[in-house]
Every structure is written in C-alpha cells, then in structure tokens.
C-alpha cells in the first residue's frame, strides 16, 4: 500500500510532530526540538493534496501542540469558576484551526510548483501567519515558534534586528532545509556524501551557526549598563488567593500590600509595583474614596512613587459618544469598566493611568463586542470579563527626589506577548519597561512559566529592563540582553528589588518595528497570487475550448 494510503503513518507523523513541537516550548528546557519538529507536518504536506485531508491532520497536529502547551489555560485544576473552563476548552479545540490557515495555504501553491520550490515559500507562508494571527481581537499568539528559544540567549539576540517573527522563520527555514535534505537521501535520489547533500548540510549548519555566532558575539561584547541613569525598583508580590479576593473586602487585599510596601521602603527604591487589579474594587470612583485614600496615604508615608492595577470604570453622560460595547446600569447610566493601571507620586494630586489595550478573547472581553454587544453579558463569576478596550500607549513620567524625571510604560498581563505592540512604547520615549499581572489564576501550571520566559524577547528586541511583577508569581527582572537577573518561586509572599539603568536608544527592532513579517505577508501574497492566477487561467482556457468544442 502507497504510504498516501496508510492512516496509521499519517496519524503518528500528526501526533509526534504536535509532542515534539510542544516540548519545545517553555517550561520543557527543549527548545531545539523546534528545529525538526516541524518534519513531520512537512511529510504530511508532502504525502496529501487535498484540502480535507490536510486540515484534518494538521488540526490533530495542532489540537496536540495546544495540549501540551495550553492545558492550563481553563484553570481546570482551580475548578472555581465554569466560565473559565468552558473558555480554555474551547481555547484548546478552537485554537488549533488557526494554525490550519497556513497549510490550506500552502496547498495551491504545491499544486503550482514541484515540492522543493513550494517548500521554500513555507517559510515566509508561516511567518505571515504569526503575524496576522497577532493582530485582530481574536487574536492569541501564545504560540509563535520564536517563544521556544528563549532559553537560547544567543539565538534570540537576533530578534534585535528582525523581531520574534524572524526567528521564526529562521526555524521554519531550518525545518524545511532538513526535511528536503533527508527526502533526497532516503528517497536514494542521493548518495549521503554527495556534492549536493554535503553543501546542503554545509549550508544548514552555516544557517544555524550565523545567528548563533551574532548572538554569541552580541553577548561577549556586553556594553556597560551603567548609563548613568540608574533607578531601584521595588516589586511587592503579594500571593492573595485570585477567586478569593474579589469576594473579600478590600481592606484585606490593602493590609497586606501596605504591610509589604512598608518593608520595601525600607530599601532604597524609585518605583514599587504592585501587580494586575492588585486592589479588587474601582479605586478610582467616588464610592471608594475611603480606599483610594488608604492607598495615596501609602504612597505619602513611603515618600515613593508607586504603580499599581486597578479596574477603572468611566460613565459616559450628555453628549458622550457611547460605545456599543458599554453596559447601562441600573439607574440607566452607560459605562465602561477597564483593566487599567495606575501611576501615583508623593505629594503631586495629578493622576496618570493606562488601560489594557490587548485584551484575552472571551475571557476579558468578547470579540468584536460593537458588533456583538449582547454577548457582553458574557463573564468569569468573579466580576471580571467585559472590559473596554484602552485608547493609547501611555508612557508614564515621575520625578525622582533628585528632581530627575523618568519615563516608562507598563503592560497588563499578555499585552507582553505582542513584540510591534511592546516596541511602540520604547519608541514614545519608554526608558524601561513593567508588566503587572496575576497568573495564578492556573495554579502551578506551565503558564506563569512560560510567561517569564516570553519576557526575554521583548527584553532584547528592544534593549530594555523589563520588571515583571505577579500577585502569586512568577515575578523578575530582565536585562535588556535577556537574562533573568532576579526572579520569585511561584505561590509565595515575596519582595524584589532591582536596580536598573534607563536607556533611550532604539534597537533597528523598535525603529522599524515588524518590517520582516510585513516583508513575509507581501511575499506570501505574491506567491500565491501567482498560483492562483496560474490555476484560474488554466481553468478559463479550459472552459472556452470546451465551449468552442
């Protein structure tokens, strides 16, 4: 039987490409694994040509993949809240389609062309993929293959250049150099020592060394980090039981936080964070006056300037253009509630605040919530969910008490997973960067694991502290070459301080932002353009023959 026709070969390439694959993302200290896990799919493409065949066993590759990687994402182990699991199961049978758009892609292209020239645009196939699938609201690039590298410093100092996606395509290329390479020799097209078998390898290994040896070269030739703009930075990770919280008073939530901030102000610190929504009421409305002055009295009696999440709520009245997204309440006011952050400083009244721009789908708010409104009743049990979409990228500025002023930007939770969104505030003027959140929604799963390590890459894209701050963990900092400096265990009370060196320069990354995967999306078009006008015009010289016939 023709190996087109055995179910079982097909089955074990789908399921030992989706494990290999998801070993090679984080925590799984396997990350070469990437740089053949993709064979098996390239064998698949290779075996089938039709459209159903290829979906169905790309989807099992994938449904695989989310397995490995995702299956914390419905915070099952917690088991508190239905929303949030019938959400992460639906992440993980939903998610997988996605990574079948590339493949349904690929197959015209494959008809047009002979295998080896249609596997070379894969490549740029792949990388367009990541990024359009990173830029609607339905968006989750939790996954891009560049994420599995980043126990790999000198792999990911390429990133500096051409950002997170072409290092993904560095890794699709490599797959596909050794997929046809070891096609020829198994096929016995080739002899193992072969001119062409040998400069092929020699090619790969020249493909692989490169960046190694610029990330190699980037990291031995370490410039000072002392710029002369130095801040200490204080982060208080508080471990407050996520479903708990917000079914408390506040008051419990702030006596611990107040207690830790008092001891980090006994250190000398610039800044200290708290992390995502770390006070579960809206601070700033009028009702909570009493909380929000327990918190600007913190602040005053530390004398330091202090970031904090928060859920803001804005009322839209008279002439206010209101959302369709916008809830009304009882007594029929319309509002917006947002996952924000907020910025106080000793002694100054002004407040500066940001709200989350990137939203998690479904879990934070519905997509398309203008269009779909209705389904805004859609939320976790715990009062979250529905959140308004944030305006702009906010650049927080603060004087030190030596009249010096600093600039950064902070993202809330995922929002760090989106390298052109994360650049665009280093080019506003950001001299560091901070991410709040609170992963321990999942228990001790891979997810805060991974989210650590996803912060090594927008560290080195563009040359910039990053200080994480995580109400149950993992809280770190990172260097703006990728490395954890510092960093907490996971489920426990604890406090960072890091001293860091603010920087304004902006690597090619930040300057030119996501100009290889805009570079891929256009050569990917192109390509299939001409596949498809290949096909169309065959199939229109074949119906006017018929017609004359």
Request: charged content about 15%; hydrophobic content about 45%; glycine content about 8%.
């Amino acid at each position: 039987m023709d190996a087109n026709e055995k179910p079982s070969l097909r089955l074990i390439l789908a399921i030992s490409g989706g494990i290999l694959l998801g070993l090679a993302f984080p925590p799984f200290h396997l990350g070469w694994l990437a740089f053949f896990s993709l064979v098996p799919l390239l064998r698949l493409m290779d075996l089938l040509n039709s459209y159903g065949k290829i979906i169905r066993f790309g989807y099992l590759m994938f449904f695989v993949l989310n397995l490995v990687t995702l299956y914390w994402a419905g915070g099952f182990f917690a088991a508190k809240d239905w929303y949030m699991m019938v959400g992460g199961a639906l992440l993980l049978l939903v998610h997988p389609f996605f990574f079948c758009l590339p493949l349904v892609v690929f197959i015209p292209i494959r008809r047009k062309f002979n295998l080896p020239t249609a596997l070379v645009s894969f490549p740029f196939i792949w990388t367009a993929f990541e990024y359009l699938h990173s830029a609607t609201q339905i968006s989750f690039p939790w996954l891009v293959l560049a994420n599995t590298q980043t126990y790999d410093l000198a792999a990911v100092q390429i990133t500096s250049l051409a950002g997170a996606y072409g290092l993904s395509f560095w890794i699709v290329l490599t797959n596909v150099g050794i997929y046809l390479l070891s096609r020829e020799i198994i096929s016995g097209r080739r002899a193992i020592m072969s001119p062409l078998v040998i400069s092929s390898l020699a090619l790969l290994t020249l493909l692989y060394l490169g960046v190694e040896w610029y990330g190699n070269r980037r990291l031995s030739d370490l410039e000072p980090d002392d710029t002369g703009r130095v801040v200490r930075v204080g982060v208080i990770q508080p471990n407050i039981d996520p479903f708990e919280k917000w079914q408390d008073n506040p008051d419990s939530s702030l006596s611990i936080l107040s207690g830790m901030t008092k001891q980090v102000a006994q250190r000398p610190v610039d800044l200290i964070i708290w992390p995502e929504t770390a006070v579960p009421c809206y601070l700033l409305h009028p009702s909570n006056q009493y909380y929000y002055a327990a918190v600007r009295h913190v602040v005053d009696s530390v004398n330091t300037a202090l970031l904090t999440g928060i859920p803001d709520i804005i009322y839209y009245r008279g002439n206010s253009k209101i959302p369709k997204s916008s809830k009304r309440s009882l007594t029929g006011e319309y509002y917006e509630t947002f996952n924000s952050s907020l910025l106080l400083e000793p002694g100054n009244s002004t407040l500066q605040k940001y709200a989350k721009i990137r939203l998690v789908p479904f879990a934070e708010r519905v997509p398309f919530s203008e269009e779909l409104s209705f389904l805004n009743a859609m939320k976790w049990n715990f009062g979250l969910g529905g959140w308004g979409i944030g305006k702009d990228t906010t650049v927080f500025r603060y004087l030190l008490r030596d009249g010096r002023e600093v600039r950064f930007s902070n993202l809330i939770c995922y929002e760090s997973i989106y390298p052109g969104f994360v650049a665009a505030f280093v080019r506003r003027g950001a001299e560091f960067l901070t991410v709040i959140t609170n992963d321990s929604w999942w228990g001790n799963t891979s997810g805060a694991y991974q989210h650590e390590q996803y912060a090594v890459l927008r560290a080195v894209e563009n040359h910039r502290w990053i200080i994480q701050c995580a109400n149950g963990g993992i809280s770190c900092a990172v260097d703006p070459y990728g490395r954890i400096v510092t960093s907490t265990k996971i489920f426990t009370k604890a406090i960072l301080t890091q001293e860091i060196a603010l920087r304004d320069d902006q690597t090619f990354y930040t300057e030119h932002g996501d100009w290889f995967a805009e570079l891929s999306v256009v050569v990917s078009g192109f390509i299939l353009m001409s596949a498809l006008g290949t096909q169309l015009y065959i199939s229109l010289r074949r119906r006017q023959l018929d017609e004359v016939h």
